[in-house]
């Protein structure tokens, strides 16, 4: 009799419920789209399957054959794959709950009396996925309970039969089960001998229970081997070859690492090189010795990156694709449990074996200040080892700690490269414009008693340099006014000081707003016409909202007084010569100070040289 409900609005009303309707192919199209990365998971999903009725088996009967799960791939002459294990098997009414149902997963519990962290797959949706290569699934299968032998027949455009077999036949199967695909002609390459034995391998290599494929001569290979990094006996060779594999070079250490709260554990192996920035972590994980996935990126905290794991897990609960893991307070607890042994280990190679700590500083310098910064503990063992760029040369954080008692920096490398080559060498400054190294600094005072921290401004230390003296005001005044009208083109004014060293003739100096109001400048000249005027509106929007005079915002050219060449340029009079010079000048001091050269900037520096040479050798140029 159907069951009846009442319809919404209407309680009085009653109509008969009635099943969803499920359209296999749109499930099908949906495993293969949105849920699993590649059809090639249909062999892990078999693999998963098999292992699962092993285990099943084994808790009915203790005492039954060693497990084991065979491959044969399709040929020449065997157009069909098969995939046979000798588990639990199945029952007709088990047949029919689990293979004709799509995500029966609790009544799969019952069937093959498995507690949720005792399997890996799930056989409704596992054989589902073989539909991703195969429009045709047939399935053999005695029950390890008893009762007839079943074939249950499945169709990509969702029909399937299952008939019990008679008992002369079912007395010919061992017990088990056997999937058997046809390939589709677009996917037959995936169950051919080389693309089975490989995904065999990878997916299933150390699995519990033997897994052979079968070879072109009829002979069969055994993939599965020996988990050497769940093994605590294992030679340290054997691991670093393992590692040497995952990470594609020797690493530069092994250690293990757990946390048993979700029974995870494996190795840790760290990277003989420094990986890309903002790259993902990507750790090889496996769940019940099942590959899950080889670039799992949120096991490890976001500091963990000098390291690549290989991981064995049962508890942690895999997504609907078992590429992945559900987040929740079992993953968050794994992270930090992983993180803290992490931490132990680099605090304990610290006082050990202070020269591989050296190597795993030298190869992870930047990503250990990103580490120091978060951890007061590690920071005061890293500072000895972590270097920043001063304008007196790198330097470690210790040693330049002890040298001052005010921690001076820069917030950009723009900055430090103006003004680092006249600071005085017995008080330098720090290059804090790479990551971390800001905060590095502040974690540094913070932990260090007596040290004060001071940002450096590049007006301020132009202001900070002397001024010619008095009785050469009315040249300075006048080498100040010439040279800025030769620079009115060029967006910088002329400033006159006295600096060291005195062989250096002129600084480049600029605000990081100045700077980026140039830039924005720049790209308004060469941007095409819509882009142009949209630069131009936020260069303007910038400027009003930054104080800086929009177009009136200029570098300036920090002429040094101390130098020779600058004091003679005072007293030239031919306005040709004195204009290429200074031109000359100000572009040595964009090259000195880094800064790129516009398109204009380049043909200026070619003119110039070219004048200076008609002008030397005494040829006659047009200098207009």
């Known amino acids: 009799m159907p069951t009846t409900a009442p319809e919404p609005g209407n309680p009085a009303e009653q109509v008969p419920a009635r099943p969803f309707q499920v359209d296999l192919r749109g499930v099908v ?5 949105h849920i699993y990365s590649s059809p090639q998971v249909f062999l892990r999903e078999l693999l998963q399957n098999g292992r699962d009725a092993i285990e099943a088996r084994r808790r009915l009967d203790p005492a039954a054959p060693e497990g084991r799960m065979r491959i044969t791939p399709a040929a020449a002459g065997r157009p069909d794959f098969t995939f046979t294990d000798n588990g639990i098997g199945l029952t007709p009414a088990e047949a029919t709950d689990l293979l004709a149902t799509v995500g029966r997963s609790s009544k799969r519990d019952e069937v093959l009396n498995l507690r949720r962290e005792d399997y890996l797959g799930q056989f409704g949706i596992g054989l ?7 429009d045709h699934i047939t399935v053999l299968s005695r029950s390890a309970r008893g009762g007839r032998a079943i074939e249950w027949v499945g169709r990509a455009e969702g029909t399937f039969h299952i008939r019990e077999l008679p008992e002369d036949q079912t007395d010919a199967l061992p017990i088990g089960t056997t999937v058997r695909l046809t390939p589709r002609p677009d996917e037959a390459e995936m169950l051919s001998a080389a693309r089975v034995r490989a995904l065999a391998a990878r997916f299933g290599q ?10 072109p001569d009829g002979t069969r290979d055994t993939l599965t081997r020996a988990p050497v990094f769940l093994d605590p006996h294992a030679h340290p060779e054997q691991v670093l070859e393992l590692g040497t594999e995952i990470v594609g070079a020797k690493p530069l250490a092994a250690f293990p690492v757990e946390a048993p709260g979700t029974g995870t554990r494996g190795v840790a192996f760290v990277l003989p090189y420094a990986p890309p920035p903002g790259g993902n972590q990507a750790n090889r994980v496996y769940l019940g010795r099942m590959l899950l996935s080889e670039r799992v990126d949120d096991l490890l905290p976001d500091w963990g990156f000098f390291v690549r794991c290989v991981l064995d897990t049962t508890d942690l609960k ?9 987040g929740g307070d079992d993953l968050e607890h794994t992270r930090t449990e992983l993180g803290a042994q992490l931490r132990r280990w680099l605090l304990g190679t610290a006082r050990t074996d202070p020269h591989l700590f050296g190597q795993v500083m030298g190869v992870h310098q930047q990503g250990m200040k990103a580490l120091a910064v978060h951890d007061a503990d590690l920071a005061r063992i890293l500072f000895s080892w972590l270097t920043v760029e001063t304008s007196a040369g790198t330097m470690k954080v210790t040693d330049y700690a002890a040298l001052t008692p005010r921690v001076r ?3 950009t490398v723009d900055e430090f490269r103006q003004i680092a080559a006249v600071i005085p060498a017995d008080a330098p400054i720090v290059n804090a414009g790479y990551a971390f190294d800001a905060d590095l600094l502040r974690q540094l005072v913070e932990l260090t008693p007596g040290l004060a921290l001071e940002r450096v401004s590049v007006t301020a230390e132009l202001d900070n340099l002397n001024p010619p003296p008095l009785a050469d005001r009315e040249s300075v005044v006048a080498l100040e006014d010439r040279a800025t009208a030769v620079l009115a083109d060029s967006g910088a004014e002329a400033a006159v000081r006295m600096f060291a060293p005195v062989d250096l003739p002129a600084l480049y100096v600029a605000d990081p707003e100045v700077l980026r109001h140039i830039e924005r400048s720049k790209a308004t000249d060469v941007a095409p016409t ?5 630069v131009s509106d936020a260069d303007a929007f910038m400027a009003k909202h930054a104080a800086v005079r929009g177009a009136d915002a200029t570098a300036r050219l920090c002429l040094n007084w101390s130098n020779p060449l600058v004091r003679q340029l005072a007293d030239v009079r031919d306005e040709a010569v004195f204009s290429r010079s200074v031109q000359l000048v100000y572009l040595q001091a964009m090259l000195a100070g880094h800064r790129p050269l516009s398109a204009r900037d380049r043909r200026l520096l070619t003119t110039t040289m ?5 002008l030397s050798i005494g040829f006659e140029s047009d200098l207009a």
């Open 29 to 33: 199209d949906l495993l293969s789209r």
């Open 128 to 134: 589902l996925s073989c539909f991703m290569v195969s």
């Open 206 to 215: 150390y699995l519990p229970h033997p897994v052979e494929v079968a070879a």
């Open 318 to 326: 895999p997504t609907a694709s078992r590429e992945s893991f559900v």
């Open 409 to 411: 920096y820069t917030e």
């Open 530 to 534: 819509l882009w142009a005027g949209l």
């Open 610 to 614: 070219t004048d200076l040479v008609h």
